[in-house]
């Protein structure tokens, strides 16, 4: 072959190589859409014990909401887990200690709320480790679940997490608390609309990435939440009580 041949050969080797490659990429975003992810992916999805639900809380610590919802689940005696972010855990270290010394579980978001699809293997490493040793350096634990910003996963991202000894863990209901227009009231009729026994519920203790103010919202709606948690026979607490198949309980 000449090398004049051997170089378009190349070439269209590498043009239809590189669709492929953008599909394997992509290809874990299929466990976005809940209702796949929570029949067939039981363990990303959160799915635990019948008589539990799993608490869980995105985007902080922030110095000013974070403590709000300390004090409040401290006041009902309950525990939950944390996916902190490793740029809002560098402006407020604080909040994240207290929550390790209170016995909250503590988990990883990444560093920056970026989206994994657009990050190549490399970036969403360095991301995934950065934020991991922050959070273990201010608690003194290393962290052993990572929730994806945006729950979109990526197969660099799932590379990532073996390397780093994290597991993905998503959610079955979430609360939309991050729009402008939620209220308590709707926070709550969109977390008990989807939530069953077993379930994980996502919530939100900052507005970093939300409406301004949002979590207020979120702290209004958790009383008549758990209320019917309770009313429904199933106790509250972090993932590491949910009985999750496979899931880390550290």
């Known amino acids: 072959m000449t090398p004049a041949r051997l170089a378009r050969a190349t070439a269209l080797v590498s043009a239809a190589a590189v669709p492929a490659l953008a599909a394997l990429h992509a290809a874990p975003v299929i466990s976005t859409f809940g209702p796949l992810r929570n029949a067939a992916m039981p363990r990303l999805a959160g799915r635990g014990r019948p008589d539990h639900v799993a608490l869980t809380f995105d985007d902080g610590p922030d110095h000013l909401s974070t403590p709000r919802f300390l004090d409040f689940l401290d006041a009902r005696g309950l525990r939950a887990t944390f996916f902190l972010l490793g740029s809002m855990l560098a402006r407020s270290p604080g909040p994240a200690k207290e929550m390790a010394a209170a016995g909250h579980e503590i ?20 991301d995934l480790a950065r934020a991991r040793d922050a959070v273990a350096d201010v608690t003194g634990r290393p962290p052993v679940l990572f ?5 979109v996963m990526s197969t660099g991202a799932h590379l990532a997490c073996r390397r780093l000894g994290l597991t993905p863990v ?12 939620a209220t308590p009231r709707s926070v709550e009729r969109t977390v008990l609309t989807d939530l069953r026994g077993g379930g994980t519920i996502l919530l939100h203790d900052s507005d970093c990435t939300s409406a301004t103010g949002s979590w207020r919202t979120t702290l209004a709606a958790l009383p008549r939440i758990l209320d019917t948690c309770e009313e429904r026979g199933w106790q509250v607490g972090p993932l590491r009580e949910h009985g999750v198949p496979g899931l880390p309980r550290r």
Not at 147 to 151: A, I, Q
Request: proline residues 11%.
């Open 107 to 126: 988990a990883v978001h990444g560093w920056h709320h970026r989206p994994l699809l657009l990050r190549g293997p490399r970036a969403a490493y360095d």
């Open 170 to 181: 998503l959610w079955t209901c979430w609360g939309e608390d991050w729009r402008r227009r």
């Open 147 to 151: 929730r994806p910003p945006y729950g």
